[in-house]
């Protein structure tokens, strides 16, 4: 019988299905079963050798092209250089192969949920046997403290509470029973009558029939959703490796093209073929992937300093990109700590403030504060809910004990210290619905509390009180005020009292009756400080925020609604089951609140979010969690409250678990792009300028402006002193209220594009013009003209790099703004100074020096660069360019 049939019949059914005598299985049956069943464990088994891992990371057009790089390099005898390619390359691979383990590392966490051993009834023995070598069909004995070793359809249950936060996300305690439900098993929150592997007995007592073990256990289907997920490449590095294959592709074809036209015009083999090393070293930017790892890099340190923790350092540029953000309510958008909020006593609602278990906050009555001490109505509903508790109070912003009556504690603490000695208590039991405790007041008489639901606790009264004197229950009165608070998606409960005789010393619940009522509270899960001015801002920045959680429908709506989430209704889990992807797809296009809802509903819905091409991020905690957050374009764990499993799946952790740190780390993921693509905005066209340098020498017959050594210094040099430097730039004004880019949007937009042509073309005009100036007829000063050309470039590089500052914005205003890019280009010029005066380096790169009047000019011509594409942007905002 499957795991979810099991909800629906009767215990006495399901415990004879497997069991023809109480004490459950013998020992000899269970061996039988176990052999011949087997057990699937949930275990970390990996597809492929860490070395296969390893090397798989070298798999990129990119990398290929470097690793081609170094080998020219060492050819050329420049070991140096080609030590600090492959230096570039090693990181790169180390880089993704960490990546890549997560996966692994999420299965080992979540194996280690396994319980070692479990209390079991065989051959009427009960016996501590190890979890592994349970079967379907054992009788396990829970008790509090327990965790759970299998998923189980209990048969008894005495006051069985059960913390199934790491299935549902919910940290209320669900209380547990043996009833049949009839209405089907939607969602883990809805499963009464089953205890699920993993989860956490913290009351009570129950038995229960083994139903599932290994991986068909709820917890064992989510190891399988982990391991079935296929690691998802973040849009970036997607874009980089189309840039990447397209790239290796031109480099190639041109310098075929370059050697064929050489041979074609007489060149000399060894001459053509070295002349078209040169325009492949020129034009593989050798310091690109390090350059962008280095501004990812810092992005993650500056998302450190707010309480944002990056796993994987793509994750950085990709959370900037994200369109939608699909989060959690409990503990993320909501505090996860219960707060009484209103207060219903003699026919009045009082509002009352302050949030969490700090015994902080007022009354209000129609908006103005009150005095709980002169309304005798409202402290005896707050007296009775706060003695007739067993949570207690540690400071600090904590409590012991169940968050509801953690929150009914907190909240009689804000009006005074309620002490009575406590002589008795009837528990709460689910069948019953209410929790009586008896008292023995100052005076010698005793008197009993009680709380428990509105209707049950209406139909044990016989009297209410209204703060002065007792007389009729205001029945529909207090049914109005329990519905208006419920409707708020608050959890009420009610509160009365009964006096009794001084000689009263033990209670039963056949006692509690002809009580007087004094009045309701009503709690909530409050939305966490700071949290509707986030979700404006994700609004503000073209951000989408859909709640998924397993709480209730209404209390999700309620939360939504209060924060400032868009929704045009919501679904639940049963009602996602029941769609269509395409339905589905098109349902969330208005509704962005899903309640009640399974790890199948929420990955589900994040596969369909991603078809439709948004780029998503997903919050989690709890393992029901891990799936999605593996599968999302980057996943957000909870550091406080999530679970390791949670954790190992995601790409980052929130170190606060509020939302709030998301929108500054997006903020920041915005940045860390805006960077990349101001590296490539530099780097392609100086590149390109280089390479187009080589190819209109072969074609037109020309004298090389630049030997091979030459433009792998300027590779070298530059890439290191000009291009680390702009990812230190500030950060650009304004950049949070940008639309996200479009998920297609290529990351080589049309104004990179004109960049790499326009200043390629400038660089090549440019450099040819100083190096024939300066070359003589009989070219016997062949390396002083080589060496203006050199610096030349070198100089349109630095004019350029202040134009890279910004792709839209004029730079005048901020052109001093980035003491790190000062520092790059004082000491590129230094080393231009070096190649170019001192002896033995002209030896070995066959520079030579020069005049100052050839300084003034490659000044003049370099710095058109910089006037012609500020001009460029006056155009553009003009509207002129495009």
């Excluded at 906050?361 to 402290?379: H, I, K, Q, Y």
Aim: glycine letters at 8%; aromatic letters at 8%; hydrophobic letters at 45%.
């Amino acid at each position: 019988m499957a795991e979810e049939q099991w909800c629906s019949i009767h215990s006495e059914d399901a415990f004879m299905l497997f069991n023809s005598h109480p004490e459950g299985l013998s020992q000899e049956e269970a061996e039988i079963r176990l052999a011949r069943d087997g057990y699937n464990e949930v275990s970390s088994k990996q597809e492929h050798g860490s070395v296969y891992r390893f090397f798989k990371q070298f798999a990129s057009p990119l990398i290929y092209l470097l690793l081609i790089a170094a080998a020219i390099t060492f050819y050329l005898e420049l070991y140096v250089d080609a030590i600090v390619i492959l230096l570039v390359v090693l990181a790169n691979a180390i880089i993704g192969f960490i990546q890549e383990g997560k996966a692994q590392h999420a299965l080992e966490s979540l194996s280690k949920l396994l319980v070692p051993e479990a209390r079991v009834l065989r051959g009427g023995i009960s016996n501590m046997l190890p979890s592994r070598e349970l079967v379907v069909g054992d009788v396990v004995l829970l008790e509090a403290g327990d965790r759970v070793p299998a998923d189980l359809r209990l048969f008894y249950v005495k006051n069985l509470r059960a913390d199934e936060s790491i299935l549902t996300g919910e940290s209320v305690p669900v209380e547990k029973n043996t009833a049949a439900i009839d209405t089907g098993c939607a969602s883990f929150g809805d499963q009464k009558n089953v205890s699920f592997a993993g989860t956490l007995i913290n009351q009570g007592l129950g038995r229960g029939i083994v139903v599932a073990t290994g991986n068909a256990t709820q917890i064992g289907r989510i190891s399988e959703f982990i391991r079935e997920s296929k690691e998802i490449s973040t849009p970036l590095l997607r874009k980089l490796s189309r840039m990447s294959v397209v790239l290796s592709v031109v480099i190639v074809a041109i310098a075929s093209l370059t050697f064929a036209i050489g041979l074609l015009r007489g060149y000399d083999t060894v001459e053509i073929f070295m002349a078209s090393v040169s325009l492949a070293v020129a034009v593989i930017p050798e310091g690109l992937p390090a350059v962008i790892t280095i501004s990812m890099a810092i992005g993650v340190n500056r998302m450190a300093a707010k309480n944002t923790i990056i796993r994987t350092v793509p994750a950085v540029e990709t959370l900037g990109s994200a369109t939608v953000i699909c989060t959690d309510k409990t503990g993320t958008l909501t505090k996860n700590q219960m707060t009484v909020t209103q207060v219903y006593a003699a026919g009045k609602l009082y509002d009352v403030t302050g949030t969490g278990y700090l015994p902080e906050g007022e009354f209000l009555l129609d908006g103005s504060r009150t005095d709980p001490a002169n309304d005798n109505a409202l402290m005896e509903t707050l007296k009775a809910g706060a003695l007739c508790n067993d949570a207690s109070f540690r400071g600090v912003d904590n409590i012991d004990g169940d968050p509801t009556e953690g929150a009914l504690l907190i909240s009689g603490l804000k009006a005074g210290k309620f002490y009575l000695p406590r002589e008795d208590i009837v528990p709460f039991e689910p069948e019953e619905r209410f929790m009586a405790t008896l008292h023995k007041k100052e005076d010698g008489s005793k008197v009993i509390y009680v709380k428990g639901s509105p209707e049950k606790i209406l139909s044990m009264c016989v009297s209410q009180f209204d703060g002065q004197r007792t007389g009729p229950v205001d029945t529909q009165g207090v049914s109005h005020a329990a519905e208006q608070m419920a409707s708020d998606a608050l959890r009420v409960l009610g509160m009365a009292y009964k006096d009794v005789p001084a000689d009263v010393e033990r209670i039963e619940a056949e006692d509690i009756g002809d009580l007087i009522f004094v009045g309701l509270q009503g709690m909530m899960d409050p939305p966490r400080d700071g949290v509707m001015e986030a979700v404006a801002n994700c609004k503000l920045a073209g951000i989408r925020v859909i709640m998924i959680t397993g709480d209730h429908l209404r209390t999700a709506y309620a939360i939504a609604t209060k924060i400032g989430i868009e929704t045009e209704g919501a679904l639940s889990g049963k009602d996602i089951e029941e769609m269509s992807d395409e339905h589905l797809g098109q349902r969330l296009g208005s509704v962005s609140v899903f309640a009640r809802t399974s790890p199948e509903d929420k990955l589900r819905i994040v596969k369909i979010l991603k078809e439709m091409g948004e780029v998503v991020a997903v919050t989690g905690d709890g393992i029901n969690d891990a799936p999605a957050l593996k599968t999302a374009d980057i996943g957000i764990a909870m550091g406080l409250t999530g679970t390791e499993v949670a954790k190992e799946a995601s790409n980052m952790v929130l170190a606060d678990d509020n939302f709030s740190s998301i929108v500054s780390a997006i903020e920041e993921g915005r940045d860390v792009y805006s960077k990349i693509q101001k590296i490539l905005l530099w780097t392609l066209p100086t590149n390109g300028g280089q390479g187009l340098l080589i190819v209109l020498a072969v074609i037109l017959g020309l004298t090389l402006p630049l030997v091979p050594l030459q433009i792998l210094w300027l590779n070298t040099v530059t890439a290191i002193g000009l291009g680390v430097p702009i990812t230190m730039e500030p950060k650009e004004r304004g950049i949070l209220k940008r639309p996200p880019r479009p998920p297609s949007e290529p990351i080589l937009i049309s104004l990179i594009k004109r960049r790499v042509i326009f200043v390629s073309l400038l660089i090549v005009a440019g450099a040819y013009l100083t190096f024939f100036m300066k070359l003589d007829s009989n070219m016997e000063n062949l390396d002083a003209a080589r060496t203006v050309a050199l610096n030349t470039i070198v100089f349109f590089q630095i004019f350029y790099l202040f134009n890279s500052k910004s792709l839209h914005e004029y730079v005048f205003r901020d052109l001093l703004s980035n003491k790190f890019m000062l520092l790059g280009i004082a000491i590129v010029l230094f080393l231009q100074l070096v190649i170019t005066y001192e002896p033995t380096i002209n030896s070995v790169f066959s520079t030579a020096p020069i005049l100052a009047a050839d300084w003034l000019m490659i000044i003049l011509v370099s710095s058109t660069v910089f006037f012609l594409i500020e001009f460029e942007k006056y155009l553009y905002k003009k509207g002129y360019l495009s």
